[in-house]
């Protein structure tokens, strides 16, 4: 994500590099499947899931401080950020209002916005599926997202958006749109918990459920081939290997996740559980582990980093070596910061 946003020419490889997808669907839906699994192992000792609203209220805490230094930083020392605060400098005092209720967001200030506002509502509805009694409970819980979802396609966001005043920026990422990446990784972790309990439930007492569950997973098994075959397809096609016209803008999204870029990003999460099954240990890389285990102080020094890197010249900033060796001196550092932030034992 941080060679992505350090732009070419590394990005002109790595951005949608396997298909019409970008890292951020990853980062979403890591973050709901992650957040189910924590959710459940915390159920008994928390049932209200509390430490879902103390992780908001320390995400909304490291959003305001970059906020705010960053328009600093753009007000005294590097007068060429200023142009992404423009709002603020014209209207300081509303501006600074409608941040902290997280609907003005400046550019590359968008994301963790997202994330309070995902993690307040899961906090109450994270409880509900880890209750789900059987799979369809949990496929029931996850249609309100989906239905969500195709608001967006058709223009929930623009409608809300009209409520307010037109000066505010209300980010990239439409919440209506990537909500629905969040919840579906919450919704594949809390099916997934339910299908292997009543496999587990299976071993030991023969019940109808429990067929059905395990013939649930071998379904999907066996549906892997087919999954392969769209990716690769998906992947050809994106990078015009394959004689086709490219889809319209509609399908592919980034903004309002279009359909054929939310399949295949899935198809990519099916293959990947796929890789993990056969190969579980192929994907475990203890630099990653470290980084992921610090992801809060990371991406938000990423951000920085990202502003930093618009603010200088162009002669260094397009030309190489630096727009090779900068890039990569940045994701050391984050993992330097990540190193840092590790308890020491």
């Known amino acids: 994500m941080t060679l992505d946003h350090f732009g070419k020419p590394i990005s002109h490889y790595l951005y949608q590099c396997f298909g019409y997808f970008s890292a951020a669907e990853g980062f979403f839906f890591l973050s709901g499947f992650v957040g189910m699994l924590a959710a459940t192992s915390k159920q008994a000792k928390d049932p209200s899931q509390a430490w879902m609203r103390s992780r908001a209220a320390r995400i909304w805490k490291y959003h305001c401080a970059t906020l705010i230094s960053l328009c600093i930083i753009a007000a005294w020392f590097l007068p060429s950020l200023a142009a992404n605060f423009k709002c603020i400098f014209q209207h300081p005092l509303e501006s600074l ?45 996850w249609l309100p997202s989906l239905a969500v979802w ?143 285990r610090h992801s809060l102080d990371v991406y938000t020094a990423h951000i920085v980093l990202i502003y930093f890197w618009f603010a200088t010249p162009g002669s260094i900033r397009y030309h190489a070596p630096w727009n090779v060796l900068v890039p990569i001196a940045a994701c050391v550092f984050l993992w330097t910061l990540s190193r840092i932030r590790e308890p020491r034992k």
């Open 97 to 141: 209002l409608w941040s902290a209720l997280l609907i003005n967001t400046p550019e590359w200030l968008d994301v963790l916005p997202l994330y309070v506002v995902f993690l307040i509502l899961g906090s109450v509805l994270f409880p509900l599926f880890v209750k789900a009694r059987c799979k369809t409970q949990v496929f029931l819980l």
């Open 150 to 292: 195709i608001g967006a396609l058709l223009g929930l966001r623009d409608a809300v958006n009209s409520l307010f005043p037109s000066w505010i920026h209300h980010g990239d990422f439409d919440p209506f749109a990537w909500q629905f990446i969040y919840f579906t990784g919450a919704a594949v972790a809390a099916w997934w918990k339910r299908a292997k309990s009543e496999e587990n439930a299976h071993s030991s007492s023969a019940t109808e459920p429990a067929v059905k569950s395990s013939n649930a997973v071998r379904v999907i098994q066996k549906l892997t081939p087919a999954v392969l075959v769209l990716l690769i397809f998906c992947f050809l096609w994106s990078h015009q290997f394959i004689p086709l016209q490219l889809p319209t803008d509609f399908w592919t999204n980034k903004v309002h996740v279009g359909p054929l870029r939310f399949a295949n990003f899935f198809c990519f999460v099916m293959a990947i559980g796929w890789i993990i099954r056969t190969w579980p240990a192929a994907l475990d890389f203890k630099v990653t582990n470290l980084i992921g």
